[in-house]
């Protein structure tokens, strides 16, 4: 089974649900016996963690990491279908085509003897749940290595960046009146939407880093009201605010709360990522990609967050690798064939060529990585 073919194959499955999470992970699992990859499966509230492995024990560790949940689609987009080069369905760019080139890769790199390489495959990583992932957890109890891979998408460049998440969830105040005369209230979701607006030109929206031109702010989701009759006086807001490296999420909540009628009654953070584009394990890939292209391997920053940042924070080198595409999340979701296959040669090259990169290097001396966090909430 080729990349492209078990890609279409993992998207078909609904991974926005819990039972088609544990159908997906079923096939995984049967695919990976049938190839004869020693692998192991757990239970995470619930939900199915796929693990796998091959090479020696005693070798230099690689961690290829990926997630089969996905955002919930419409009817239709679990239908996967090609148009030219491009694969077309939910989580095809974000992230199954990725997992199934990794997949596949795992095959091609199981008979070397140089490189122990540990699959991991998730079942929340686009879970609402931002206090309790499994990456952290199974990274806590164990599962590391000397460089991790997860394969979220970023066009065959390497992700050595990736903004901090700060979602804040916020309470606006109004003052309630009959619906007939709105004028003797205070609208408490009027008053919101005015609220997002300043927070969008608030100081730090303005900005920027080497490889940002700026952070990204979001109105994710806003309720208020309790009657038709009524104007509301109370309204709810979640911002989903993705900063900057250099950016401090305490002070970006100080900005916040200096709004009046804003009460902050929630918030989660995750620091951003970085790893040094001179490390070791970075440079072996790059010079593997470019191998798999005709120009450069660029390194980039990724205005969305993943769970390199579990391994980061473990002090693990990760990047975030992925295939060519465009749309995830949206209703036109796709991923690049051809890439596809190139994203698996890369990855088995890197693999074959890691050796000779770290032979004779004093890895102790080379340039450091972080995992930045933000301020105190």
């Known amino acids: 089974m080729d990349e492209r073919v078990l890609a279409e194959r993992l998207i078909g499955y609904d991974t926005s649900t819990s039972e088609g999470l544990k159908e997906a992970a ?8 049938a190839r004869d990859l020693r692998h192991d499966a757990r239970d995470f509230d619930g939900l199915p963690v796929v693990l796998a492995e091959v090479g020696p024990v005693d070798a230099p560790t ?9 955002v919930p689609a419409r009817e239709g987009q679990f239908t996967p279908h090609v148009e030219g080069d491009r694969l077309i369905g939910r989580g095809a760019y974000d992230m199954k085509g990725g997992l199934a080139a990794m997949m596949c890769a795992l095959k091609d790199v199981a008979d070397q003897d140089r490189v122990r390489v540990r699959f991991l495959v998730v079942p929340d990583e686009e879970s609402e749940d931002v206090e309790r992932r ?10 590391t290595g000397d460089f991790a891979i997860t394969g979220e998408p970023t ?22 009146a009959h619906g007939s005369t709105p004028w003797l209230g205070d609208n408490a979701v009027v008053k919101a939407l005015d609220v997002f607006r300043r927070i969008e030109t608030l ?15 979001n109105l994710a989701r806003i309720a208020g009201g309790d009657a038709f009759n009524k104007v509301p006086d109370r309204c709810g807001m979640d911002v989903d605010i993705r900063y900057l490296p250099n950016q401090d999420a305490g002070e970006i909540l100080a900005q916040i709360r200096a709004i009046a009628d804003v009460d902050i009654v929630k918030t989660f953070t995750r620091g951003p990522a970085i790893v040094s584009r001179s490390n070791p394990y970075v440079l072996a890939l790059r010079e593997a990609v470019s191998r798999s292209l005709s120009g450069e391997a660029l390194s980039v920053g990724r205005d969305g967050a993943s769970d390199a940042i579990s391994f980061l924070e473990a002090g693990i080198p990760a990047v975030e690798f992925g295939p060519v595409g465009a ?27 890691l050796p000779a990169w ?10 450091g990585l972080r995992a930045v966090e933000g301020g105190l909430l």
Request: net charge neutral.
């Open 134 to 143: 499994s990456t952290d957890v199974l990274v806590r109890e164990g599962f």
């Open 26 to 33: 079923g096939f995984v699992k049967g695919w990976l016996d």
């Open 62 to 70: 690689v961690v290829f990491h990926g997630h089969l949940d996905v």
């Open 358 to 367: 770290l032979k004779g290097r004093d890895l102790a001396r080379e340039p």
């Open 203 to 217: 100081p730090f929206s303005r900005e920027s880093s080497d490889l940002f031109d700026r952070p990204s702010i």
């Open 155 to 176: 066009d065959l460049h390497i992700g050595v960046q990736a903004k901090g998440v700060l979602a804040v969830r916020v309470q606006v105040s109004g003052t309630a």
């Open 327 to 353: 749309g995830h999340h949206g209703p036109q979701e796709w991923v690049s064939i051809a890439s596809l296959a190139r994203y698996r040669a890369a990855l088995r090259d890197f693999v074959h060529a």
